[in-house]
């Protein structure tokens, strides 16, 4: 299967193009196109195989979601005219991601356990264990970099900054929660649980939006909650629904993003794995059966269906 490690289009009326860790974005004087490519990418690095149709599984289900929660915050997305394209409105983007939080898992955790009780300017209680429920939804967020890590920041460090007004941030605050909770409902009727994930905002004719991807794979982490309380009673790891599990099997070959470390290598059954499990990731959260692109020529499909659409 071909999979699409990276695609270089020069599409008519394009104005520049960006490639981010998995998508490819083409920008017009209005609107941008947001290719999914193959890539994965995890402790901010791009590994150096790309995962076959993991790129339709993060755009479909991004589509799937933005439209589910149009109706809480306005939205970017325009029309998806190919598996792996969203064509959406150019939003001059907020330089922080909000990140929501009902459980206590992945950095979070990873921070926690190493002795901080306060992350991001939230305090959290002693006593808790990895994946236990929070009292409460926090907002973790961090600055959105271009290259290396994101990093993580506080509300008042935002403000005090000026990286964000005060009055777009309380809108981004109470978006993100009012979003946390529909995605919440809705992995609740999947038998799922919404652990945490993350939020992109931009702004556009003083109208916030919400852009980019939305409750996908490599936004979120899910659980299965007909097991949660079990497996937390019993001190078991929880069944997750994730590409926690990718960042989990390079942290036990010994890679965490750190200068000086080598990507371990990823065998074809690794990757044929990874790819198998977002698929089941697009399925439980949706409910819908996914049906995979033609593959035999993916990088000239997507030119004519972006095409068709700039013309359309």
């Known amino acids: ?19 981010g860790k998995v998508r490819d974005v083409y920008s017009f004087p209005d609107k941008l196109i947001m290719i999914a490519s193959d890539r994965i990418s995890a402790f901010d690095v791009v590994l150096p195989r790309p995962i076959p149709l993991k790129g339709q599984v993060l755009n479909q289900t991004a589509e799937y979601f933005l439209r589910a929660t149009a ?4 939205n970017w997305l325009l029309s ?4 792996n394209v969203s064509i959406g409105l150019r939003c001059d983007p907020f330089a922080v991601e909000m990140v929501v939080r009902g459980y206590l898992a992945g950095h979070a955790w990873r921070e926690y356990r190493a002795g901080k009780r306060t992350l991001c300017g939230v305090s959290l209680p002693d006593g808790l264990r990895e994946n236990d429920r929070l009292p409460e939804p926090i907002i973790t967020p961090s600055t959105k970099a271009h290259e290396g890590h994101d990093e993580d920041i506080s509300r008042e460090e935002i403000l005090r900054q000026g990286i964000v007004s005060e009055s777009d941030y309380v809108q981004l605050e109470r978006y993100a929660l009012a979003l946390f909770g529909r995605g919440t409902e809705m992995a609740a009727r999947r038998g799922l649980i919404l652990v945490d994930t993350k939020y992109e905002f931009g702004k556009l004719d003083d109208t916030v939006y919400l852009i980019d991807e939305v409750h996908t794979p490599d936004s979120s982490r899910y659980f299965y909650a007909d097991v949660y309380d079990e497996n937390q009673r019993g001190g078991q790891p929880q069944k997750q629904l994730s590409k926690e599990f ?3 099997w390079l942290i036990t070959n010994g890679f965490q993003g750190k200068t000086g470390q ?14 198998k499990r977002y698929i089941e ?8 059966s996914f049906q995979p692109a033609d593959a035999a020529d993916p990088l000239s499909r997507i030119e004519t269906n972006v095409l068709q659409a700039l013309n359309a």
């Open 246 to 248: 990718v960042r989990e």
């Open 71 to 74: 109706d809480i915050v306005p």
């Open 262 to 275: 080598t990507v371990p290598v990823m065998s074809d059954e690794w990757v044929h794995q990874i790819s």
């Open 1 to 19: 299967m071909n999979a699409i490690q990276e695609t270089n289009f020069q599409f008519p009326g394009q104005t520049a193009f960006y490639r």
């Open 80 to 83: 998806v005219p190919d598996p």
């Open 281 to 288: 990731l697009f399925e439980t959260v949706t409910g819908q």
